[in-house]
């Protein structure tokens, strides 16, 4: 098991260095391969420019860098120890240290020095700081003391007896940062004994999500087309998608259009931006689209009327693989961007149904939410299988799938038509896909918070612990999610379609630049895994 901690000063100025080194000593002493980790500073992002991308609103690209970094170092260690800030100038530090321990879903580790302090003025100092990061969902591992003698260390542990921090000890002398040897001998064995072996399950942060998105997405280097190649975000995002080697992005437009656009926003395009007219192309794909539609009665006529949407340009050249996907939605609405997909990409071989997921980026966690987009009144057949295209497209994009099939109801308490779909579906599930966690009925804060999980739901493993939520129908989904995103300020990426041979992607039409490049990476991944 991994194990990453966040050493934190519980007040401005208290030291971390020799501390850090310390508990390194202890760890490695009970076998483990630790390493320190230090993100800002002399060793690692200079403060400059972490303030500078602050306030420009560019702190998640810094966040997704040092997730990089980070868990490059995890994969090769069995314990990492973050070193926070400890220099007291810098400003914005409580929100760095907020962003960092959710980033790497680190348990923290306070630091307390009691110069000039007595046992119940530090106490009531460190308590402070446990609050404000339990209200940021972190998890706490214990505190270190700095700075006692014999009867303070008497007097905090009499006092820390009532806290839900425990003591991970208690290191002497006067100085202001104690020695390594000093803080070695001062490290209690038996709560880090403890500590080492509880279990907890790693969270996937906003920013290792994003991390992990891009990664896997250079890996694949498809092609994705974008039909609405001249709108000045998808302009952007083609742009970044192209520079950070997301996928090869094939805008749909005419070149003076995009040049407008471009010298609009002050940028250039590169060189290797493809840039293909629509007209040019789409009466290749007329031939094609009859034969494809000729049950409905398609003629030449009627596909060349269509195929003056880029939309349906686009979602043809997916079809005959001259793009692997397609995004669009940032001027179109989801039936402009979707009906053509269902028309002429179709379902997945053995698919019944298609479904769609948002994978919403809370402060410390991913969840999947689905199917907020497509179905309006599904089924206990087509429930249960959005349960399953959810859990499968969860476990593809890092997140361990945990699905709670929501309701108005938890367990037994609700009766009625609604339960009783929810009911049937996850039976079918468990019968379908014994692979897959899954419990249901359940209302939303049984699924998500331990505390209401113990109460409602005392025999469920899936209650309180659910990283995937499948919602009843559309009407519940879609006013859920709207509702989380705005009302949390949470991103939520897609609405990723499921279920179909070849990836199209939805936007929102409020969509931000950032939305269309991750957007676009999520398409390229689930066309590299289709391929695979």
Known sequence: MKHAYILLPAANGVPLGNVADGILETLSKRGLKAVKFIPFGEHGI????????????CEQIIMELLVDKFSRVLAKNDAVIVEG?????????????????????????????????????????????????????????????????????????????????????????????????????GIEEEPWEHILHQSRERRMSPPEF???????????????????????????????ALQRQIAHPLLLAKRADVEKTAAT???????????????????????????????KGMTTEEAEKVLKDSVWVG????????????????????????????MIIKPHAGTSIISSVFFMCLP?????????????????????????????????????????????STGESGKGEDVDKVKEATQKVKELRPDIEIDGPMQYDAAIMESVAHTKAPNSHIAGRATVFVFPDLNTGNTTYKAVQRSANTVSIGP????LAKPVNDLSRGALVD??????????????MSKN
């Open 85 to 185: 800030i400890s220099t007291p100038d810098i400003f914005y530090k409580k929100e760095l240290h907020r962003m960092l321990t959710s980033a790497f879903d680190a348990d923290i580790i306070l630091v307390a020095s009691a110069q000039g302090k007595s046992p119940e003025m530090l106490i009531s100092e460190i308590s402070v700081e446990e609050h404000f990061h339990k209200n940021a969902n972190a998890f706490m591992a214990g505190c270190v003391f700095l700075n006692v003698d014999e009867n303070y260390e008497t007097a905090l542990r009499e006092a820390c007896k009532g806290s839900d921090l425990p003591a991970l000890g208690f290191v002497h002398g006067e100085e202001y940062e104690p020695s390594k040897e000093n803080v070695i001998a």
């Open 46 to 57: 200079p403060y400059n420019e972490i303030r500078n991308s602050i306030i420009s609103n």
């Open 265 to 295: 926003l002050y940028m250039t395009l590169p060189p290797d931006l493809e840039i293909i007219d629509p007209e040019n192309i789409a009466p290749k794909y007329v031939p094609l689209l009859v034969e494809l539609r000729k049950h």
């Open 364 to 408: 410390t966690q991913v969840l999947v939410y689905g199917d907020c987009a497509i179905n309006p009144n599904p089924n206990s057949t087509e429930l249960a299988q959005i349960a399953i295209q959810c859990a499968d497209t969860a476990r593809d994009f890092g997140i361990v799938p945990r699905v709670a099939m929501l309701s108005y």
């Open 210 to 240: 994003r991390n992990f998105l891009i990664k896997k997405a250079q890996k694949y280097k498809t092609k994705i087309v974008l039909p609405e190649g001249s709108e000045p975000r998808t302009v952007r995002a083609a742009i970044l």
């Open 496 to 499: 990723m379609l499921q279920g």
């Open 315 to 342: 979602t043809m050249m997916v079809k005959t693989g001259d793009a692997d996907g397609l995004v669009s939605g940032a001027i179109h609405s989801t039936a402009d961007t979707v009906r053509p997909a269902l």
């Open 515 to 528: 939305d269309i490049v991750y957007t676009i990476a999520i398409t390229a991944v689930q066309a590299g």
